[in-house]
């Protein structure tokens, strides 16, 4: 290895000064909130993620050729047995249309607010985080497309975290694992409301409980919308571990519905009726 | 004429630090264990110890980690503050200690990755205080992360001398 011998230090002290003042100054302005550092990050962001996104789809483009021309072995049997799956979740569907026009019937003769979920919109998810401190993935959409700090992530299996940065065309969504991350939570079995907090790792923990004696491993959670992030009766996750009492709670690990290790494409939503009045003070301001 | 071949090398990295974030990113996406990798950090060392030229191995450092911010969920600096240390101790290292040994380089990447570990979680710490996950867990997936590291940079620094000697 060829190493250019410098002159003299004085450079390097001051190239060194000047870095780090500029990432101090950044890091204390964000601690103080000063100054608005959103720009910074929406330009590096939008200069970035469009690469991210190139290399994504090529690697999706390749996968897409080996799955459509190379992995269709034996595929003839399986077609016939969806078939017959989708004759009768067709039927299936009739009977729940049914149940949706009579169940919008009694929501408006009893005046009850619709809780549904709103606008969404499909996106893709690109990267993850690069460091491995937080539990964040970077999807394809950003404010020109609707999603905003705070938007809801969810799939077809449960919640899968929130926006925590937009640009113009791309997000960083904060995990429901990640540490910062909170959900207010319902027990669906007892209708007890709690909070699960992320820790990091790929389960989350019971924060606070109502009343935490008859929780059992197996039993499920649901949103219960008082976080005003996520929409009230989302899947969260099922307890897989109750463990003995440590203070005042059980610990108690929960998995996400979820699958986060294999997201691809997620629902953003972008607007939800806010189905809660008074915020629960036990899971106070949501997290920057 | 020189203007051009100097704005070609300063490209030709541009392009090199851009692209070891994004493949870190995609990587971590489709294979869970890249995780516990950091190309940006190895990149960081491979070229202190290399350019004999501290002030562009602070610039480099510097720009990946503020990239690797970016990317990420995390308070924008505190990568950048880590990585710049890192090339500007890596660029020292590299001018007082023979780093062309393995096991020069197995101690400086293994130090280095708990170093970057430690510093970007203090920083994160001071920002906000709920960030980071707890000491017993954060110690062990440094300690792992050290050790991938380690060794994906012995394979890469290999490479690196082999192709350079080859080249030159």
Same mark, same amino acid.
């Given at each position: 290895?060829?190493?250019?011998?410098?002159?003299?230090?004085?450079?390097?002290?001051?190239?060194?000064?000047?870095?780090?003042?500029?990432?101090?100054?950044?890091?204390?302005?964000?601690?103080?909130?000063?100054?608005?550092?959103?720009?910074?990050?929406?330009?590096?962001?939008?200069?970035?993620?469009?690469?991210?996104?190139?290399?994504?789809?090529?690697?999706?483009?390749?996968?897409?050729?080996?799955?459509?021309?190379?992995?269709?072995?034996?595929?003839?049997?399986?077609?016939?047995?969806?078939?017959?799956?989708?004759?009768? $979740?067709?039927?299936?569907?009739?009977?729940?249309?049914?149940?949706?026009?009579?169940?919008?019937?009694?929501?408006?003769?009893?005046?009850?607010?619709?809780?549904?979920?709103?606008?969404?919109?499909?996106? +893709?998810?690109?990267?993850?985080?690069?460091?491995?401190?937080?539990?964040?993935?970077?999807?394809?959409?950003?404010?020109?497309?609707?999603?905003?700090?705070?938007?809801?992530?969810?799939?077809?299996?449960?919640?899968?975290?929130?926006?925590?940065?937009?640009?113009?065309?791309?997000?960083?969504?904060?995990?429901?694992?990640?540490?910062?991350?909170?959900?207010?939570?319902?027990?669906?079995?007892?209708?007890?409301?709690?909070? $699960?907090?992320?820790?990091?790792?790929?389960?989350?923990?019971?924060?606070?409980?109502?009343?935490?004696?008859?929780?059992?491993?197996?039993?499920?959670?649901?949103?219960?919308?008082?976080? +005003?992030?996520?929409?009230?009766?989302?899947?969260?996750?099922?307890?897989?571990?109750?463990?003995? !009492?440590?203070?005042?709670?059980?610990?108690?690990?929960?998995?996400?519905?979820?699958?986060?290790?294999?997201?691809?494409?997620?629902?953003?939503?972008?607007?939800?009726?806010?189905?809660?009045?008074?915020?629960?003070?036990?899971?106070?301001?949501?997290?920057? | 004429?020189?203007?051009?071949?100097?704005?070609?090398?300063?490209?030709?990295?541009?392009?090199?630090?851009?692209?070891?974030?994004?493949?870190?990113?995609?990587?971590?996406?489709?294979?869970?264990?890249?995780?516990?990798?950091?190309?940006?950090?190895?990149?960081?060392?491979?070229?202190?110890?290399?350019?004999?030229?501290?002030?562009?191995?602070?610039?480099?450092?510097?720009?990946?980690?503020?990239?690797?911010?970016?990317?990420?969920?995390?308070?924008?600096?505190?990568?950048?503050?880590?990585?710049?240390?890192?090339?500007?101790?890596?660029?020292?290292?590299?001018?007082?200690?023979?780093?062309?040994?393995?096991?020069? !380089?197995?101690?400086?990447?293994?130090?280095?990755?708990?170093?970057?570990?430690?510093?970007?979680?203090?920083?994160?710490?001071?920002?906000?205080?709920?960030?980071?996950?707890?000491?017993?867990?954060?110690?062990?997936?440094?300690?792992?992360?050290?050790?991938?590291?380690?060794?994906?940079?012995?394979?890469?620094?290999?490479?690196?001398?082999?192709?350079?000697?080859?080249?030159?």
């Amino acid at each position: 290895m060829s190493r250019v011998i410098v002159a003299s230090k004085r450079p390097i002290w001051i190239a060194l000064s000047i870095a780090l003042l500029i990432h101090t100054g950044l890091i204390s302005v964000q601690a103080g909130h000063r100054f608005d550092t959103r720009f910074v990050r929406m330009w590096l962001l939008d200069s970035l993620a469009p690469l991210e996104k190139l290399v994504d789809r090529s690697l999706y483009g390749i996968v897409y050729v080996w799955d459509s021309y190379f992995a269709l072995i034996g595929v003839h049997q399986e077609n016939e047995q969806l078939k017959q799956q989708v004759d009768e $979740l067709k039927l299936q569907l009739e009977k729940r249309r049914e149940d949706v026009v009579e169940v919008q019937r009694l929501r408006t003769l009893l005046s009850i607010q619709d809780t549904g979920i709103g606008r969404t919109v499909v996106s +893709r998810v690109i990267g993850r985080d690069p460091g491995r401190a937080n539990q964040t993935v970077t999807i394809d959409k950003g404010l020109s497309h609707g999603v905003k700090p705070d938007s809801a992530v969810i799939t077809a299996d449960g919640i899968v975290g929130r926006v925590i940065h937009s640009s113009n065309f791309f997000s960083i969504v904060q995990l429901v694992i990640d540490s910062q991350s909170a959900v207010g939570v319902i027990l669906e079995s007892t209708r007890r409301q709690g909070v $699960l907090k992320g820790n990091g790792s790929r389960e989350l923990e019971l924060e606070y409980i109502d009343d935490d004696n008859d929780l059992k491993e197996g039993l499920k959670f649901i949103t219960s919308g008082q976080d +005003r992030i996520y929409p009230k009766g989302l899947q969260v996750g099922l307890i897989t571990l109750v463990g003995p !009492r440590r203070g005042l709670l059980r610990t108690v690990q929960v998995r996400p519905a979820a699958d986060l290790d294999r997201l691809e494409e997620v629902i953003c939503i972008l607007d939800h009726p806010q189905n809660v009045d008074v915020a629960d003070p036990a899971l106070g301001p949501p997290t920057p | 004429m020189v203007r051009i071949t100097t704005l070609g090398i300063i490209g030709r990295f541009a392009v090199a630090l851009v692209a070891v974030v994004v493949i870190q990113g995609i990587l971590s996406f489709k294979f869970k264990v890249f995780g516990y990798f950091d190309l940006p950090l190895i990149c960081s060392v491979y070229y202190g110890f290399t350019l004999g030229n501290p002030v562009a191995s602070i610039v480099i450092g510097s720009a990946l980690g503020l990239m690797q911010d970016s990317l990420s969920g995390a308070v924008l600096g505190t990568n950048g503050f880590s990585k710049t240390l890192i090339g500007f101790v890596a660029a020292s290292a590299g001018s007082k200690f023979n780093v062309d040994q393995p096991i020069t !380089r197995v101690f400086a990447l293994f130090l280095f990755t708990i170093g970057d570990g430690l510093l970007v979680s203090i920083l994160g710490l001071m920002v906000d205080s709920r960030s980071g996950t707890t000491y017993s867990s954060a110690l062990g997936g440094w300690i792992l992360s050290a050790t991938f590291n380690t060794l994906l940079g012995l394979i890469l620094f290999g490479y690196h001398d082999r192709w350079g000697n080859a080249t030159t």
